[in-house]
């Protein structure tokens, strides 16, 4: 006799920058453009106490971004 788990299994169909709206090609699973994938929990000491807060950037809206920054990024 056997007992299973049963387990919600989540995959990637699309992924869409939350900027532009673009939609990045997929094959299969698999992103064919990298993004900037943010997860962030908010802290007790902000305004969104404990709120995680989701979302992608393609790479042409990261740049946009990161170009009006006061301190350019670190690279390595
Ligand atoms: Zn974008």
Redesign the pocket.
Known sequence: MRHYKIEEIKTIRKII?N????EIPMKGEIAQEDVLDVVKRWGYFSKRDNEVHKFD??E??YDELIATFQIPIEIE
């Open positions: 920058c900027k532009c709206g673009k950037l393609c042409q809206c």
